[in-house]
């Protein structure tokens, strides 16, 4: 949703190839996979939002939260047809292959299946073992 962004934002995201969407309840209809990156004040209310659309697949929550908001936001799922995988990212922007990582543990299939489309791109993804802070497989 590009509102209030900045030009050189909304430029950033055309290049990489984003669309804009006018609500998050365009893409959680027919997306399988909504990526979360957003400040962690942010990350629940997101969440919050995500879950009122009735998305149904996987949400990965790549926020930089806590371990008590990361169970909110699991907490805010269950029990629904969403699988919550948790995320992280390190490194710089991708703009170079290997340097940016998204680390992703949970439900071992919904981090294939999360990881599956990322491999041979910019964002290189590892897969860790269990819930979240797990080790890599």
Do not use: K, N, W
């Not at 509102?3 to 006018?22: M, N, Q, Y």
């Not at 806590?66 to 936001?73: D, G, K, L």
């Not at 998204?102 to 990881?115: C, F």
Request: glycine fraction near 14%; aromatic fraction near 2%.
């Amino acid at each position: 949703m590009p509102e209030g962004r900045p030009a050189a934002t909304r430029e950033r995201a055309a290049e990489a190839g984003l669309r804009p969407v006018g609500s998050l309840a365009e893409p959680a209809g027919t997306c399988g996979v909504v990526l979360s990156v957003c400040p962690p004040a942010a990350a629940l209310d997101v969440a919050r939002q995500i879950a009122a659309t009735g998305f149904e697949g996987i949400h990965v929550d790549a926020d930089a939260i806590s371990p008590r908001a990361a169970a909110e936001t699991g907490a805010l799922f269950r029990g629904g047809a969403v699988t919550v995988v948790d995320g992280g990212i390190t490194g710089p922007p991708p703009r170079a292959a290997g340097r940016t990582r998204l680390y992703l543990s949970g439900d071992a299939a919904a981090v294939e299946e999360v990881s599956a489309p990322l491999d041979g791109t910019l964002l290189t993804p590892v897969a860790l073992d269990g819930p979240s802070g797990g080790r890599p497989r």
